[in-house]
């Protein structure tokens, strides 16, 4: 079946403007997750989805950034005044459920640059 | 707070060569181990996990990592490394909780 899907695959904005990045997690999964890979880094957590329940929100750098999820199902991370220390690979991955013995099946990423 | 360390940044190897990759994490309870693979081009995924029981967990393409609970390590390896092995290699680290840390990660770069 099709896997994790994000989109735009690359994105260059200017500094100040604001950004969406989207993902489409694997029909079924209920969890999702957002990271950000910046240049010579480890997968730095941002975001969780669990079904309904409040989103974690505790990994987010800023209150510039933001995200939702409707319907339990596509997600948008978005960057307001986006800076260029933004510039990082945005990774989304879902699983099919919170345990962690649920295998992360990750996106390609979004590849942003802020010039 | 969890941390996960990885000791290369950078490996260059021939093939036929072995090889280990070294990772150590911080955390004092329960642990889930992960490695993950991305090859060029290609998305992150899953190469091996330790959850219980054996420490000798083998993955896919001829991986296997070795939890070490008294060093908080969890080193991967390979006997004999192929061309196609050349990747980027994360290792992660999740104490029965959503959030998985992710190590800086590891670029093999495999010599034919």
């Known amino acids: 079946g099709a896997g994790v899907s994000q989109s735009p695959s690359n994105k260059v904005t200017e500094k100040g403007k604001d950004v969406e990045l989207r993902c489409d997690p694997i029909?079924?999964?209920?969890?999702l997750y957002w990271y950000r890979q910046s240049l010579g880094q480890g997968l730095e957590f941002l975001i969780y989805?669990?079904?309904?329940?409040?989103?974690?929100k505790s990994g987010l750098p800023s209150d510039r950034f933001s995200a939702e999820r409707t319907g339990g199902s596509v997600s948008t991370l978005t960057i307001q005044r986006t800076q260029q220390e933004d510039s990082a690979v945005y990774l989304c991955?879902?699983?099919?459920?919170?345990?962690?013995?649920?295998?992360?099946?990750f996106g390609p990423g979004t590849r942003l640059t802020v010039l | 707070a969890q941390s996960v360390s990885q000791h290369n940044h950078h490996v260059i190897l021939s093939e036929a060569a072995s090889l280990e990759l070294g990772c150590n994490y911080s955390?004092?309870?329960?642990?889930?181990l992960f490695w993950y693979v991305q090859y060029p081009g290609q998305h992150l995924q899953l190469l091996l996990k330790?959850?219980?029981?054996?420490?000798l967990v083998k993955g896919i393409k001829g991986f296997e990592a070795e939890f070490i609970k008294s060093k908080f390590s969890f080193n991967l390896r390979k006997p004999s490394v192929q061309w196609s092995d050349t990747a980027e290699y994360f290792c992660?680290?999740?104490?029965?909780?959503?959030?998985?840390?992710f190590g800086a990660g590891t670029r093999l770069f495999v010599k034919a």
């Open positions: 029909s079924g999964h209920t969890a």
């Open positions: 955390y004092g309870g329960t642990v889930n």
């Open positions: 991955a879902s699983s099919l459920g919170r345990s962690p013995l649920n295998e992360q099946f």
């Open positions: 989805f669990q079904g309904n329940s409040a989103p974690d």
């Open positions: 330790y959850f219980s029981g054996d420490p």
């Open positions: 992660a680290v999740n104490g029965n909780g959503f959030k998985t840390i």
